[in-house]
């Protein structure tokens, strides 16, 4: 792990071990929802890093439960049993219809976070990781999923790990910028983890 991934590590662990932040303390009214931004060139240490931090954080008795999205769109396609027939028009339809395609079938106010919920109910958990949004792009939107979740998961804190920049600014608030370049959406309930202190 680099240097700059064992520094953001550090931080993340020291944040979310902290009973400031499973007690979700000093959140105002905000729904306690962490975006944890990273570098495209950071992806694969990245996924290091996520794994070593969920270990550490088990380790120490925190129970985290993982959704990655990529994963839980896969096992959506299969229990309405349509991956096959996904995988068969793939190659005779358009990228467009395709994600239009996909889309449907993943909406995340209808299909996605209730599968997210059930997830939810069926295990005793402190913090909530989302992972895989890279993946899922462009056919689930990040901000969709943050503003459909708000009222099924907000009992507890979430960490949702973007492969990408989230900015606030006075003039335009707040952004979600996939890979630094792919403009998500405007998404201004979330903090970025990296400003919340030790």
Do not use: W
């Not at 959506?76 to 395609?101: A, C, M, Y």
């Not at 909530?128 to 009992?155: C, D, M, W």
């Amino acid at each position: 792990m680099s240097i700059k991934l064992q520094e953001k590590f550090n931080h993340l662990l020291a944040v979310i071990s902290s009973e400031r932040f499973l007690k979700m303390q000093g959140l105002g009214n905000e729904i306690p929802f962490y975006i944890c931004p990273f570098n495209q060139n950071e992806f694969s240490g990245m996924g290091l890093l996520q794994k070593q931090l969920l270990n550490s954080l088990q380790s120490t008795g925190i129970a985290v439960l993982e959704v990655n999205l990529y994963d839980l769109s896969i096992e959506i396609l299969k229990e309405r049993e349509i991956l096959n027939q996904i995988f068969e028009v793939e190659e005779t339809i358009s990228k467009d219809q395709l994600k239009e395609l996909l889309q449907g079938v993943l909406d995340s106010e209808t299909n996605l976070i209730p599968a997210i919920a059930k997830k939810i109910q069926n295990v005793e958990y402190q913090v909530l990781f989302l992972t895989g949004v890279g993946e899922v792009f462009p056919y689930i939107r990040s901000h969709n999923v943050l503003n459909n979740l708000q009222s099924t998961a907000k009992e507890k804190p979430t960490v949702m790990f973007f492969p990408g920049n989230y900015t606030h600014s006075v003039e335009s608030g707040a952004s979600l910028d996939l890979f630094g370049k792919l403009h998500d959406d405007k998404y201004y309930r979330a903090f970025n983890i990296f400003h919340c202190e030790i």
